[in-house]
């Protein structure tokens, strides 16, 4: 077994501010992914990466910025927060050719 | 545009029954179609899966009805429990697509002691 951990779990910032979420997974995964969830919306993916210092965008790519820095962790930049981005955001492991992704707990952020 | 639509948003229903989760879907060349399990505070965990040459998968209460013409399948909870309560999100994949998951809005389903 393995697990996805995401930090912080709860994030705070300002509107402009830079922002920055980051994911751990032990997996052993090549593939990782970064989902925002907004409520009655399901989740929307932002970016991902099928393997080390690979970037691929997602639907919802404008705004932020990703960096796998290595095969096990993937991190997520707000570029500058706004207030209508407060959501759940979620990052998700999957073997290279698998389907079944498996996802962290998420980082609710929020924007005063 | 929502590639996959699921319904009712909200469903209850009383312990014991028969709850059912319906899905749509508008790309034909989509091919594998998991249902995931969400808890408040959780990220969403694999519940099961079906590939399209199925039309049926079954995991103990908890069976997919797949209909490839119609392009529609539904989740069926028997003998539902409270501890189902929970939302439930439909997704698809294609084979060719990396692995990439396009998730339906959900629906949260309540279960009445």
Redesign the interface.
Known sequence: GGI?TQTPKFLIGQEGQKLTLKCQQNFNHD?MYW?RQDS??????IY?S?TENDL?K?DLSEGYDASREKKSSFSLTVTSAQKNEMAVF?C?S?MR??????????TRLTVL | QQQ?RQSP?SLTVWEGETAILNCSYENSAFD?F?W?QQFP??????LI?IRSVSDKKEDGRFTIFFNKREKKLSLHITDSQPGDSATY?CAA?MNYN????I????TKLSIKP
Request: proline fraction near 6%.
């Open positions: 996805i593939t989902y009655g919306k399901g989740l929307r993916l991902y099928i691929q997602g979620l998700a999957s050719t698998g389907r079944e992704q498996y996802f962290g707990p998420g | 996959v948003q594998y998991p995931y505070g959780e990220g969403p965990a694999l899966a999100f994949s990396q692995g990439k998951l998730f339906g809005q959900g």
